[in-house]
């Protein structure tokens, strides 16, 4: 392949039959090396806003391979014979024309990222140096990242993500403005933090989502599985965290709970999330919701099982209560709908409870 075709494709200038005879040349194994040194000696070329940074070629590369693997497991779709072209580029075209989109991206957006990226390093990451990779999200759909631990982040658009190449240090700790969706991978031996405005997530392995409002700097944090402890920044130094400074001036929550911090009232709430799921590691057998004249405690009592939320008769009388119903369809909030409707009751959310209210039954 030469240089100057090379150069073409990495800048964005190459016509559609050009790009895809690219990529035809990179899935062969035989031009690895020669690609990599490609990629190596023309850095400079790649990033018109050089920063000083060493070149990043195994990123690139590994990027790459990533791409290369979903295009193999991705299934070809033929193009119509309508349209009119030499037999080989026919060929060509059919086995990239759904693929060719996704590697040029893969190959490309990292190094478009380095050269056009204006956003500043957090300064949470400042001891990691120029070794913090910062990925913003420009596009209309979510950026899957994953870092070097097995750890996957969903990155929202409009939302930027910081974090190290390598987890030097005792904790693993990255960055986010914005959105994201969390599945960190367990470390007990090196607690994960996320730094999002004045509020740090402390995890040791879970999964959760992070929202920052730009406007108000108010940080949501909800839990999918696991547990996690929310803090605010500015409540001890980093190198002093522990579980008293954590749990004395942050909150734990656990799945399907949500913590809010409001920057103005420099504090968090916390509640359950909008939509609560079942929890995963529960087993599939107490899943089920068909009833028949079954006691209201027993019916409480399997979906509290089911979705790890707190559910408090306010009455005794409740206990008396019998209720039939098939409620797998609906989600929580259905139906607690559907139970108080049965029993002439009503519910309120109390912070990260549920309190069912009325008199119950005789």
């Not at 090396?33 to 070629?57: C, F, H, I, Q, R």
């Not at 991978?185 to 999964?207: D, Q």
């Not at 799921?277 to 599939?284: G, Q, R, T």
Request: with cysteine; proline share 4%; net charge neutral.
């Amino acid at each position: 392949m030469e240089k100057a075709t090379l150069n073409r494709f990495f800048l964005n200038q190459s016509d559609s039959f050009e790009r895809l005879l690219v990529i035809d040349w990179m899935l062969n194994p035989i031009n690895d090396d020669t690609l990599k040194a490609w990629l190596k000696e023309n850095w400079d070329l790649l990033s018109d806003y050089n920063t000083g940074e060493e070149p990043d070629v195994e990123k690139i590369w590994f990027k790459l391979q990533e791409s290369i693997k979903r295009e193999k497991a991705t299934p070809v779709i033929s193009i119509e014979q309508t349209v009119h072209e030499t037999g080989y580029k026919k060929r060509l075209i059919a086995r990239f024309s759904v693929a060719a989109a996704v590697l040029v991206m893969a190959v490309c957006s990292y190094l478009f990222y380095k050269s056009t990226t204006t956003a500043k390093q957090d300064e949470n990451l400042v001891a990691y140096g120029k070794s913090v990779i910062i990925e913003e999200n420009n596009t209309p759909v979510n950026k899957l990242i994953k870092l070097e631990d097995g750890t996957m982040v969903s990155l929202s658009p409009k939302s930027s993500f910081y974090y190290p190449m390598h987890f030097t240090n005792s904790k693993r700790e990255v960055a986010l403005k914005g959105t994201a969706f969390f599945e960190v991978s367990k470390n007990p031996e090196k607690p994960f933090f996320v730094y999002a405005n004045n509020v740090v997530t402390k995890v040791l392995g879970t999964s959760f989502t992070i929202k920052t409002n730009p406007n108000t700097k108010e940080v949501s944090v909800s839990v999918h599985t696991g547990r996690v402890q929310v803090f605010e920044k500015n409540s001890a130094s980093q190198s002093a965290f522990n579980d008293k400074v954590l749990t004395s001036n942050g909150v734990i929550i656990t799945a399907n709970q949500e913590a809010i911090y409001s920057n103005k009232n420099n504090d968090f709430q916390t509640t359950l999330v909008p939509v609560p799921l079942p929890i995963s590691n529960v087993k599939a057998k107490v899943r089920g919701f068909d009833f028949e004249r079954a006691n209201l405690p027993d019916v409480i009592a399997q979906i509290q099982q089911v979705y790890g939320v707190e559910i408090v008769l306010e009455n005794e009388n409740f206990n008396k209560c019998i209720f039939s119903g098939e409620l797998n369809e609906e989600n929580l909030f259905e139906k607690l709908d559907i139970i108080c409707t049965a029993i002439n009751a009503s519910y309120e959310v109390s912070g990260t409870k549920v309190l069912i209210k009325g008199k119950g039954c005789k």
